[in-house]
């Protein structure tokens, strides 16, 4: 994809963002944040009843283009995903997926999502084990 392609991307997930908002049932809610620039996602996740992957994911939060738009993007791609698929997805690849010549400078910003969603599966594996 060329940078045209992928500013186009970000700017139509950050201007109609899927699966925002919160999600009523979910197991697990989780804030992550960037106190260096104040953006903010909240993760909302959804876990399938076999207990191995996504069943539901939703996020809100505020902050700039670049770290709303890759929750967005983030949020689509993992749902129904198996809980491998977030474990394998390292921030790098993230980076890349969002397109590094465009977000390359702020990957802070473009992993806030990704570390977020890795956190409240790493909650949801503990108070599962717990029970």
């Not at 909240?42 to 929750?71: N, R």
């Not at 997926?97 to 890795?118: M, S, Y």
Request: a negative charge; proline letters at 5%.
């Amino acid at each position: 994809m060329d940078r045209e392609a992928l500013i186009a991307r970000l700017l139509d997930h950050y201007q109609h963002p899927r699966n925002r908002g919160p999600l009523g049932d979910a197991d697990v809610i989780v804030t992550g944040g960037d106190p260096g620039c104040g953006d903010t996602v909240i993760a909302y996740l959804k876990i399938a009843p076999s207990g191995d992957h996504i069943a539901a994911l939703s996020f809100d939060g505020q902050g700039c283009t670049v770290s709303q738009a890759a929750a967005s993007l983030l949020s689509e791609r993992m749902v129904g995903a198996p809980f491998a698929a977030v474990d394998a997805l390292s921030p790098e690849e993230m980076i890349d997926i969002l397109g590094r010549e465009v977000v390359g400078a702020r990957p802070r910003c473009a992993t806030l999502a990704l570390r977020t969603l890795k956190i409240a599966l790493a909650t949801y594996r503990r108070e599962w084990h717990e029970r």
